[in-house]
C-alpha cells in the first residue's frame, strides 16, 4: 500500500519526489501499517539527502518507522546527529518513547550511539529514566561493555546501582541472553556478560550489590589484558 510519492522516497529519487509534491501529492502520504514517508525513508533510503528533504518540507517528525518507533528513535536518526538535529529543529518530541517505554538516551546507548546520547542528554533527558522493565541506561551499556558510554553516564549522574524490575533480559535490539535469577544490577549484569573492563571500574568505585561467584571466577578480573580477552562467553547460572 505506498503511493508513488513514498516510493520515490524509499528508492532516494528526489527528482521524481520534488515532482509529485509539485502536482499535489501528500507528503504525509502512509502506507497500510501507519508508516510515513520519513519512517519508511529512514528505514529503507540510503540517501541522506532524501531524509533531509522530507524533514525541511514539513513532513511529519512525529510519526512513526515501519517497526511502530518513533522516528527520532529509528536507529537511522541515532546513527546520525545530522538527522537528530533536523528532527529538533522542526519539532520532533525528544520526550518520545518505543513501544517498551525506552527513551531516547537508552535507546542511544542500545543503538551504540554515544554522540546521540551526548544529544539527548544536553537536552534535558533523563539519565535515569528507565523502560517498562525497569532498565536505564547504565543497565543496557554495562550489557554491551561500551567503557566511553558508562563512563559518560556516570558523570552525567547515572545510577550506579539501580536495578531492574525483573532479572529479565533486555528486549529485542538490547543485549539477548538468558534470565537472571536475581534482579540485574549494572555490575551482576557485567559480571553475568563478563565484561571485565567495567568490573575494574566498579570494584575501583566499591560500588553496591557486587554479585557473589567463584573466588577463582573474580580472581580472572584481574589478569593481565594480554592472556584475558575483553570479553568471553557468559557465565551461566
Known amino acids: ?105 537508552l535507546c542511544a546507548v542500545c543503538s551504540g550511539s554515544i554522540d546521540a546520547l551526548r544529544f539527548f542528554i544536553e537536552r534535558g533527558l533523563d539519565v535515569n529514566s528507565r523502560d517498562r522493565d525497569g532498565r536505564s541506561a547504565l543497565i543496557a551499556a554495562s550489557c554491551s561493555g561500551d567503557t566511553a558510554m558508562i563512563e559518560y553516564l556516570i558523570k552525567c549522574g547515572a545510577d550506579l546501582n539501580a536495578a531492574d524490575s525483573g532479572g529479565r533480559p533486555p528486549a529485542e535490539g538490547r543485549c539477548c541472553v538468558h534470565p537472571l535469577p536475581e534482579s540485574q544490577q549494572p555490575v551482576s549484569l557485567a559480571f553475568y556478560h563478563w565484561n571485565r573492563h567495567f568490573l575494574r571500574y566498579a570494584l575501583r568505585r566499591k560500588m553496591k550489590h557486587m554479585i557473589a561467584g567463584p573466588t577463582h571466577l573474580l580472581a580472572e578480573i584481574y589478569r593481565p589484558a594480554a592472556t584475558c580477552p575483553g570479553f568471553l562467553p557468559p557465565v551461566r547460572p
Not at 41 to 56: G, H, S, V, Y
Not at 66 to 82: A, D, F, K, Q
Open 1 to 105: 500500500g505506498r503511493t508513488p510519492f513514498m516510493t520515490a522516497v524509499i528508492s532516494g529519487n528526489l527528482h521524481a519526489a520534488h515532482l509529485l509534491l509539485s502536482h499535489g501529492a501528500d507528503i504525509n502520504t502512509k502506507d497500510d501499517s501507519g508508516c510515513g514517508a520519513l519512517g519508511a525513508a529512514l528505514e529503507w533510503c540510503n540517501d541522506t539527502d532524501t531524509i533531509m528533504f522530507l524533514i525541511k518540507e514539513g513532513c511529519d517528525v512525529n510519526g512513526t518507522d515501519p517497526y511502530g518507533r518513533p522516528v527520532i528513535l529509528n536507529p537511522r536518526s541515532l546513527g546520525e546527529t545530522r538527522i537528530l538535529d533536523a528532527l529538533a529543529r522542526h519539532g520532533a518530541n525528544l520526550n518520545a518513547v518505543d513501544e517498551n517505554g525506552a527513551n531516547g538516551t
